[in-house]
């Protein structure tokens, strides 16, 4: 742990992400079984839902990633990798 509490190693990103007309409530049901997703939230504004992500390295962003893509309704994703 560093001092602020936060794990060391831990790679946080947030991923914003579009759907299809009406499709945010079943992809956010999809997205919360992926490893490496935290917590799923709808939002307002162009982005339809909003992940937050914690995994141990690029590798395992990607494949995240890959697996949060692959989920029908799903138009766009945008991924913010938090630094420090």
């Not at 509490?5 to 992400?17: N, P």
């Not at 956010?28 to 141990?56: C, H, K, N």
Request: hydrophobic share 40%; glycine share 14%; with cysteine.
């Amino acid at each position: 742990m560093s001092q602020r509490g936060e794990e060391v190693g831990v790679l946080r990103a947030y991923v914003l992400i579009q759907t299809e007309a009406g499709g945010g409530t079943k992809v956010r049901g999809e997205i919360g079984s992926i490893p490496g997703v935290r917590v799923a939230q709808s939002v307002t504004g162009p982005y339809d839902l909003i992940v937050r992500a914690e995994v141990e390295d690029m590798d395992a962003l990607g494949q995240m990633l890959s697996d949060i893509q692959l989920i029908p309704g799903l138009n766009r994703t945008l991924t913010c990798i938090v630094k420090g």
